[in-house]
């Protein structure tokens, strides 16, 4: 029987033009992949009338009519955008939808990210969103299934990613968080009021520190509890911290004059960057990511083994050495611009 090929226009395949492949039904790319048998979307900003959401950070999420998700997803969420009509995707656990069967897998980036397998039968893809492989605090660890197609988020495309071990970076941090409290400084840490300011809390409270959260990620932190993910000892923000503690904000807050004396923390894979603490204009730079890093990338195409590779929100030099350890690879959509968180 004749295999299935898949619609990709080539107007958003990205620069390096076409991909030689035939008009089908199962996915196509529509500034935004779309699972064409059952009209469903996926990751879109734009409202939709059926998307899929991997997880709740604002670039993957819109205000749609009806949304698939995880239960945890589905509580940060409507956290971010208010009451919405979701269906609940517990991790390993089929739906039969329109056509394809479609299970989620752990993808280890943030509380509730979820990969999606989607099967019809014939053949099978694996979406994977943004994920991570390494150990989280505050997310199970990534599961990847084998899939014939495999559509991977690269941002950490380049060999220039290749972030230290999670444990050293750890040590590292702790330790130049305690130096600034014996100091009699105020950490201020900036970083993603989603997930990674969950992450770092857990890190710093299983220590014996402290952690006082600006209210956007108090929020947050308040969701991830009620899911089950216990953060340790953690309080809102009401103008002062008292010594001893450590301050988590999202990245833009001012220089916060009230607190007196501060040292100021970015933890962000970006941190990898030999420029990064002066640009983001911090004292300290740590590089620790929810993102998978590019020995990461390429591990993953290997687990997943898949007939071909599309890559999305990376560079193009990614596709190339997708190709060169053996695999049938190529771009999907533009490629993304570099973030600071």
Not at 7 to 34: A, I, Q, Y
Not at 111 to 125: C, K, N, R, V, Y
């Amino acid at each position: 029987m004749e295999s299935k090929k898949h619609h990709v226009p080539t107007r958003s395949v990205g620069t390096s033009g076409s991909t030689n492949l035939k008009t089908e039904t199962f996915f196509h790319w529509e500034d935004g992949l779309k699972l064409t048998k059952a009209g469903l979307a996926v990751d879109f900003r734009r409202r939709q009338p059926r998307a899929f959401i991997s997880h709740a950070h604002s670039d993957h999420i819109g205000r749609h009519e009806y949304a698939l998700c995880t239960p945890e997803t589905a509580a940060l969420y409507q956290l971010r955008l208010g009451p919405r009509t979701t269906r609940h995707l517990p991790y390993r656990e089929p739906l039969e939808w329109r056509g394809l069967r479609l299970t989620t897998y752990p993808a280890g980036h943030c509380l509730g990210s979820a990969m999606l397998l989607a099967e019809d039968g014939d053949e099978s893809l694996l979406y994977t969103g943004d994920f991570k492989l390494g150990e989280s605090a505050t997310a199970e660890r990534a599961e990847l299934p084998h899939a014939d197609i495999l559509v991977i988020e690269s941002t950490y495309g380049t060999p220039a990613y290749r972030l230290p071990p999670r444990g050293e970076t750890i040590e590292k941090f702790l330790a130049l968080v305690r130096q600034t409290l014996e100091n009699e400084s105020t950490p201020v840490i900036l970083t993603y009021a989603l997930g990674k300011s969950q992450e770092v809390t857990k890190i710093l409270t299983s220590s014996g520190i402290g952690v006082v959260q600006h209210r956007t990620v108090f929020d947050v932190s308040e969701v991830y509890e009620r899911c089950g993910m216990s953060l340790g000892g953690f309080e809102l923000f009401e103008g002062r911290v008292e010594p001893g503690k450590a301050l988590v904000v999202p990245p833009g807050m001012g220089h916060l004059d009230k607190i007196g004396c501060q040292t100021r923390f970015a933890v962000t894979g970006w941190a990898i960057e030999p420029s990064a603490k002066y640009r983001l204009r911090v004292d300290h730079a740590i590089p620790l990511s929810d993102h998978a890093d590019y020995d990461e990338l390429l591990e993953a195409v290997k687990i997943v083994h898949p007939r071909v590779v599309y890559c999305t929100h990376g560079p193009e030099s990614f596709v190339e050495r997708v190709r060169d350890i053996g695999f049938d690879a190529h771009p999907l959509g533009r490629p993304s611009q570099g973030r600071l968180f």
